[in-house]
Protein backbone atom coordinates (compact mmCIF):
# COMPACT_ATOMS: atom_id res chain seq x y z
CA UNK A 1 0.00 0.00 0.00
CA UNK A 2 1.26 3.58 -1.00
CA UNK A 3 -0.31 6.44 0.44
CA UNK A 4 0.51 10.12 -1.57
CA UNK A 5 -0.23 13.53 -0.27
CA UNK A 6 0.14 16.24 -2.20
CA UNK A 7 0.31 19.90 -1.61
CA UNK A 8 0.83 23.34 -3.61
CA UNK A 9 -2.27 23.88 -5.12
CA UNK A 10 -4.13 27.20 -5.43
CA UNK A 11 -5.16 30.03 -7.90
CA UNK A 12 -2.85 32.18 -9.73
CA UNK A 13 -2.77 34.58 -12.35
CA UNK A 14 -2.29 34.05 -16.53
CA UNK A 15 1.50 33.81 -16.61
CA UNK A 16 2.47 32.75 -12.57
CA UNK A 17 4.16 29.86 -11.28
CA UNK A 18 3.41 27.15 -9.11
CA UNK A 19 5.28 24.09 -7.59
CA UNK A 20 3.29 21.28 -6.45
CA UNK A 21 4.38 18.08 -3.90
CA UNK A 22 3.57 15.10 -3.78
CA UNK A 23 5.30 12.69 -1.42
CA UNK A 24 4.84 8.56 -1.14
CA UNK A 25 4.88 6.90 2.05
CA UNK A 26 3.96 3.17 2.70
CA UNK A 27 5.23 -0.15 0.60
CA UNK A 28 7.60 1.72 -1.78
CA UNK A 29 9.07 -0.28 -4.45
CA UNK A 30 12.46 1.38 -5.92
CA UNK A 31 11.61 0.56 -9.76
CA UNK A 32 8.44 2.99 -10.40
CA UNK A 33 6.80 5.91 -11.91
CA UNK A 34 5.16 8.52 -10.30
CA UNK A 35 3.43 11.32 -12.04
CA UNK A 36 1.09 14.14 -12.35
CA UNK A 37 -2.68 13.41 -14.69
CA UNK A 38 -5.19 16.38 -14.13
CA UNK A 39 -8.73 16.40 -14.69
CA UNK A 40 -11.23 19.53 -16.07
CA UNK A 41 -14.60 19.59 -15.27
CA UNK A 42 -16.38 18.14 -18.51
CA UNK A 43 -13.42 16.80 -19.01
CA UNK A 44 -11.43 13.31 -18.89
CA UNK A 45 -8.51 12.95 -16.85
CA UNK A 46 -5.19 13.79 -18.46
CA UNK A 47 -1.70 12.57 -18.23
CA UNK A 48 0.53 15.75 -17.59
CA UNK A 49 3.96 14.64 -16.97
CA UNK A 50 5.67 11.10 -15.61
CA UNK A 51 9.48 10.57 -14.57
CA UNK A 52 10.74 7.27 -13.40
CA UNK A 53 12.85 6.34 -10.90
CA UNK A 54 15.72 6.78 -13.00
CA UNK A 55 14.89 10.31 -13.94
CA UNK A 56 13.22 9.53 -17.44
CA UNK A 57 10.63 12.37 -17.93
CA UNK A 58 7.71 12.77 -20.13
CA UNK A 59 5.41 15.64 -21.17
CA UNK A 60 2.09 16.00 -22.21
CA UNK A 61 2.74 18.66 -25.68
CA UNK A 62 0.80 20.98 -24.24
CA UNK A 63 3.06 21.70 -21.05
CA UNK A 64 6.37 20.98 -23.25
CA UNK A 65 8.66 23.76 -22.53
CA UNK A 66 6.46 25.55 -19.37
CA UNK A 67 6.22 22.87 -16.83
CA UNK A 68 8.99 20.12 -15.18
CA UNK A 69 8.95 17.70 -13.19
CA UNK A 70 11.19 15.91 -10.94
CA UNK A 71 11.92 13.96 -7.73
CA UNK A 72 14.44 13.44 -5.13
CA UNK A 73 14.43 9.35 -5.10
CA UNK A 74 15.29 9.48 -1.45
CA UNK A 75 12.44 11.13 -0.11
CA UNK A 76 9.62 9.57 -2.62
CA UNK A 77 8.72 13.13 -3.38
CA UNK A 78 7.57 14.22 -7.04
CA UNK A 79 7.70 17.61 -8.07
CA UNK A 80 5.62 19.97 -10.76
CA UNK A 81 6.66 22.79 -10.93
CA UNK A 82 4.35 24.92 -13.63
CA UNK A 83 5.09 28.16 -15.31
CA UNK A 84 3.66 30.63 -17.32
CA UNK A 85 0.32 29.10 -16.44
CA UNK A 86 -2.72 29.49 -18.20
CA UNK A 87 -6.62 29.14 -17.66
CA UNK A 88 -6.45 25.90 -19.71
CA UNK A 89 -4.18 24.32 -16.81
CA UNK A 90 -6.89 24.78 -14.66
CA UNK A 91 -7.87 21.25 -13.28
CA UNK A 92 -7.86 18.74 -10.13
CA UNK A 93 -3.82 17.67 -10.47
CA UNK A 94 -3.53 14.29 -8.96
CA UNK A 95 -0.17 12.59 -8.04
CA UNK A 96 0.00 9.14 -9.51
CA UNK A 97 2.52 6.08 -8.00
CA UNK A 98 2.52 2.96 -10.52
CA UNK A 99 4.57 -0.02 -9.84
CA UNK A 100 3.91 -2.93 -11.44
CA UNK A 101 6.10 -4.95 -10.33
CA UNK A 102 4.66 -4.95 -6.90
CA UNK A 103 1.16 -4.47 -8.40
CA UNK A 104 0.72 -1.19 -6.46
CA UNK A 105 -1.03 1.75 -7.82
CA UNK A 106 -2.26 4.87 -6.00
CA UNK A 107 -3.84 8.29 -6.55
CA UNK A 108 -3.04 11.27 -4.48
CA UNK A 109 -6.22 13.13 -3.20
CA UNK A 110 -6.08 16.00 -5.62
CA UNK A 111 -4.87 19.87 -5.50
CA UNK A 112 -7.07 22.38 -7.24
CA UNK A 113 -5.09 24.54 -9.55
CA UNK A 114 -7.06 27.44 -10.78
CA UNK A 115 -5.59 30.07 -13.04
CA UNK A 116 -7.11 33.42 -14.09
CA UNK A 117 -7.49 34.93 -17.37
Known amino acids: QVHLVESGGGWVQAGGSLKLSCAASGSIFGINTMGWYRQAPGKQRELVAT???????NYIDSVKGRFIISRVNAENTVYLQMNSLNPLDTAVYYCRYESPYSSTYAWGQGTQVTVSS
Open 51 to 57: VTSSGRT
